[in-house]
Nanobody, 123 residues
């Protein structure tokens, strides 16, 4: 079983950038499709982005396309989410997720979750 730990969240002004990291332990990150989800107060958790085990395929929700970039470094057992042109509506707790199937990760998330890291974008 893999353990996932996010880092890199914080407070940023609108238009700014942040890079989130997700460090894996217990099993190689390369074993899994990985993704990011977010949950804003009073809202359901939503899919943000996903990346295949090799990094060759990536997917994004429409609201972040062109602003966010998901990537991974399997040698370092770490996944990233580079967020640019941040907007107040991006404010949420961001969760790292992993699983064996891309379809599962994109729809509702795989079985492995991190504890979350808070991103707050001020206007």
């Amino acid at each position: 079983q893999v353990q996932l730990v996010e880092s890199g969240g914080g407070l940023v002004q609108a238009g700014g950038s942040l890079r989130l990291s997700c460090a894996a332990s217990g099993r190689p990150l390369s074993s899994y499709t990985m993704g990011w989800f977010r949950q804003a107060p009073g809202k359901e958790r939503e899919f943000v982005a996903a990346i295949s085990w090799s990094g060759s395929s990536t997917y994004y929700t429409d609201s972040v396309k062109g602003r966010f970039t998901i990537s991974r470094d399997n040698a370092e057992n770490t996944m990233y989410l580079q967020m640019s042109s941040l907007k107040p509506e991006d404010t949420a707790a961001y969760y790292c997720n992993g699983g064996p199937l891309m379809s599962e990760v994109r729809q509702r998330g795989g079985p492995y979750w991190g504890q979350g890291t808070q991103v707050t974008v001020s206007s």
